[in-house]
């Protein structure tokens, strides 16, 4: 234990040491050095290496995999969403037996009723405030 510590004391004196034989970090940089110059020769390829990538066939099985792979997880999610979908039938999807005409006006007299609802609630919700006031002396 003594030891570790001891060790540790020794770096951190050594360690302005060698931080203060750096140069200030307000001179201006080094010159880069020059690049190599570019090899003159050119290496001729092997005879019979023909590297051309991969063949016409491999490329369109890999296209076909990956359009079988992207149409797999679109089955897979619909599949899930109908399984996890509500029941109730929705409005406006004609299974009522109702007509387009008489669907909307049961639409808006529903509308009508929330939003008188919601009046009679903001309504109520103001009153109790006001009676809720600090009284000012």
Not at 62 to 78: C, D, K, R, S
Not at 103 to 129: L, M
């Amino acid at each position: 234990m003594r030891s570790a510590l001891v060790a540790v004391l020794v770096a951190a004196l050594l360690a302005p040491s060698v931080a203060a034989a750096q140069s200030s970090p307000f001179q201006p940089l080094p010159p880069a050095p020059a690049p190599a110059p570019p090899p003159t020769e050119t290496v001729p390829p092997a005879p019979g290496s023909d590297d051309s990538g991969i063949s016409a066939l491999q490329q369109g099985l890999l296209i076909l995999a990956g359009v079988v792979l992207v149409v797999g997880i679109g089955v897979a999610i619909a599949r899930d969403a109908r399984r996890n979908a509500p029941v109730e039938a929705l409005p406006g999807s004609g299974s009522g037996g109702a007509s387009a005409g008489e669907d909307a006006a049961a639409r808006k007299k529903t509308d009508a009723r929330a939003a008188q609802k919601h009046k009679a609630a903001a309504k109520r919700a103001r009153q109790a405030r006001k009676k809720n006031r600090p009284v000012r002396k």
